[in-house]
């Protein structure tokens, strides 16, 4: 029978498309691939609601035993970061203004519109998703690790045995911890950016006073763009968290596997990311 | 978490027609027909060779997965349970991992503490003085602001089991507790058992329901009080002593490291 279909596809009757080679081959990787991503999506948001339910039922709930633990989280995947993204900051805003100038200073107007343009590029896009993707390098990867670990070793098991339920204990505060965390270190690399960018155009001779570079910034930003910004920052939180407290938690990992569930977490969290941002653009498109 | 007295008559495990599945695969069965009742304050010990699903029946017997099929009740409620509202009654059973188990970013004293301070809702501070009398019970006193992977596996195994007693159980269920500890260390947990078993102290004098798996049997004697041995997918519950050596066979002879042909 599969010889008798063989011959029909490859035989000159057939379009061209079909006797293309491998196409089979192309058709079932990309099957599966779709599959597996359709799984993967399912699995991540029954995962999301289960802990968005948890977060809200047990807010209170061993609150002295949990928020301590959501302490150490913000302090991790925030405070202890400060540092790094203070001096990221400082590159943004000098990069954005500098090519800025570089590639548009012929142009008298710019000078008016240099304000806009560190909002534009910088609070409403930058600024939110290179903070994520930082606190994903830095912290995200240390979740899956830490969890898959544990996972492996039984301490998940432990939990469950002791009548502790591990997306309590473990999720929560890692999904507290990071959406803060991201929040936090979003505003003050926004507020270092636009910051050095003013230094930028300081030390460039640029005729550009700081009231009328304030007042630019002032007239660009609208009540609309901060709540969008905390939205997206903490929505950027939570989102990392669940994805990668999602592949080191939520499925039965041998030690060994652990090293492909940290590649698998942080490939689908950047996506996830780049598409919740692409849905804040079309959001501020239509408002 | 001391039995109601409407509770006291029934057994504490009962299982009918039992099939346990493979921890992290269902789909493989590795003990069929388990029918097998444990009444309060006895003392069971499960024997089977390494790789018969000691690990998975005791599993699912501590409520870590459910059964593939047939019915088992703990305490007259069905089990494994899953309900919020039901913890109460999943906390009368306390579990002792082989190894421990033990959550490596906490210290023992940390481990030990944090069923108590979780359920009770506790600070550190508050729960020291419920813990240390316990961490000493178990010789763990000069271990106790370090953390597990700094302590020998035989001291992890036993800040599993002060884990366990924490929040004083009626029933405890031990995997392999004796598997690889040299004669001072397993003299320790044959005693302490034993005084868990008739009353100990700690627990106000209760006799506690120990469920206690092991891949020889011979060290067990005339501590534990009831046998059970896991063979070829089979449960078989023979009860005392005397009887598991009139079972005889092999799936006995094994356990008790008798060898073929009465030599």
Known sequence: MQNGNARTLESPQAPLFWRAPLHRSYANYFGRKLFEFLLTVHGVGAFALITLGVLLSKLRSSNRVIYPLVLREVSRAGLRLLPMFLFLAAALGLVVVGQTLTWLGRIPAVMDYLGTIMVVVVVRELGPLIAALLVLARIGTANVVELGTARALGEVDALEALGIDPIHYLVVPRVIGMAVGILSLTVYLILGALVTGYLWIFVQDVPVRPSEYFNQLAGALSGLDFVLLALKASLFGYIIAIVTCYHGLAQPLRLEEVSHATVRAVAQSVIACVLLDALFILIYLLV | ?263
């Not at chain 2, 299982?15 to 992290?24: E, H, K, L």
């Not at chain 2, 020291?128 to 370090?146: F, K, N, Q, T």
């Not at chain 2, 627990?203 to 020889?216: F, H, K, Q, W």
């Open chain 2, 1 to 263: 978490m001391n039995s109601s007295p409407e509770t006291a008559a029934q057994p504490a495990i009962e299982m009918r027609g039992v099939t346990v599945g493979a921890t992290g695969n269902p789909d493989t069965t590795v003990v069929e027909d388990v029918n097998w009742s444990v009444a309060e304050g006895d003392f069971w010990v499960v024997g089977g060779l390494q790789g018969s699903g000691k690990t998975d029946f005791l599993r699912m017997t501590g409520g870590l997965m459910p059964p593939v099929s047939g019915t088992y009740s703990f305490f007259g409620g069905a089990m494994p349970i899953f309900e919020e509202h039901r913890l109460k009654e999943r906390l009368r059973l306390g579990f002792v991992f082989d190894g421990g188990q033990l959550l490596n970013h906490l210290t023992v004293s940390e481990n030990v503490s944090l069923p108590l301070r979780y359920h009770r809702n506790l600070g550190a501070a508050e729960a020291e003085a419920e813990v240390r009398p316990l961490l000493d019970l178990a010789g763990l006193g000069p271990w106790a602001d370090s953390t597990p992977g700094a302590l020998a596996r035989t001291w992890q195994q036993r800040a599993g089991l002060a884990r366990a007693l924490m929040l004083k159980p009626d029933v405890l269920l031990l995997d392999s507790p004796l598997a690889g500890l040299d004669l001072r260390h397993c003299g320790w947990w044959l005693h302490f058992l034993g005084q868990l078993s008739k009353g100990h102290p700690w627990l106000g004098g209760r006799p506690m329901t120990l469920v206690v798996t092991a891949d020889d049997l011979r060290l067990w004697r005339g501590r534990a009080r009831q046998f059970a041995v896991l063979k070829d997918k089979r449960f078989v519950a023979l009860g005392s002593w005397e009887r598991l050596e009139a079972a005889g066979g092999e799936m006995v002879n094994e356990l008790l490291a008798v060898a073929p042909h009465g030599g």
